[in-house]
């Protein structure tokens, strides 16, 4: 009987021990969490916070705006080797514990490749960008003496837009940042979801953000730690 007993109380305290150790292991993910900085192939080494390349390992010119929250890389070259690395395959990159996604060249009108930082990190990780548009505006040619227009026609102009974006933790599928979408992705936090749902349209422009930020908190989620 104490034989028996001994061992259901080895099996609890090994049982104990491992979980403590894999809660150890893990880290909730939020905006104090500062990833490892490097380079980043796939999404997957970033969910998992694993750098493909550290900066130290390769040679690169960069420039970064932390008040626009975007980086423009010109070329990354592998010490080891000076093989280029193609930026195309670069999932994102990390500064100052900042992780950065990397922008389709046709978004953008920056010379060099752009990463756009995530300012919100999280079950839901939020990005945006400025982007120029064309459109087309028309311009009337009026007659000075009845001050009637008597000609127009389509001038095209150029217009700077911000794209938001967003993404979920689970799966790194990227989709547009607006009220439909961010709905949808809060249907596990009903409160929240009827707060969004009862907003007005201009409150949905003033607070879609912070509701973003208020369900990532209230919604953790764990990111593997390596020491």
Do not use: H
């Amino acid at each position: 009987m104490y034989y028996v007993k001994s061992s259901i109380l080895g099996l609890v305290l090994l049982f104990l021990t491992s979980n403590i150790g894999a809660q150890a292991n893990e880290q909730a993910l939020s905006m104090s969490y500062k990833f490892k900085d490097g380079i980043y192939l796939s999404y997957e080494s970033w969910k998992n916070d694993t750098p493909d390349y550290e900066w130290e390992e390769v040679n690169t010119r960069l420039a970064s705006n932390p008040k626009t929250f975007i980086a423009q890389v010109e070329y990354i070259y592998l010490k080891e080797n000076k093989e280029a690395l193609l930026i195309e395959k670069v999932w994102g990159i990390c500064l100052a514990g900042v992780p950065y996604i990397r922008l389709n060249a046709s978004e953008t009108a920056y010379s060099a490749t752009a990463f756009a930082g995530l300012k919100a990190r999280g079950k839901i990780n939020y990005f945006s960008y400025r982007k120029e548009i064309e459109e087309k505006v028309v311009i009337k040619a009026y007659n000075p003496l009845t001050r009637k227009p008597f000609r127009k026609g389509e001038v095209p102009t150029i217009k700077e837009v911000v794209i938001e974006k967003m993404f979920l933790f689970d799966d790194g599928k990227v989709v547009d940042f607006n009220y439909v979408n961010l709905l949808l992705w809060i249907g596990d936090d009903a409160q929240l979801k009827e707060s969004v749902f009862e907003l007005s349209p201009q409150e949905i422009d003033e607070k879609l953000y912070k509701c973003l930020l208020i369900y990532n908190d209230r919604n953790k989620v764990n990111i593997p730690v390596s020491y």
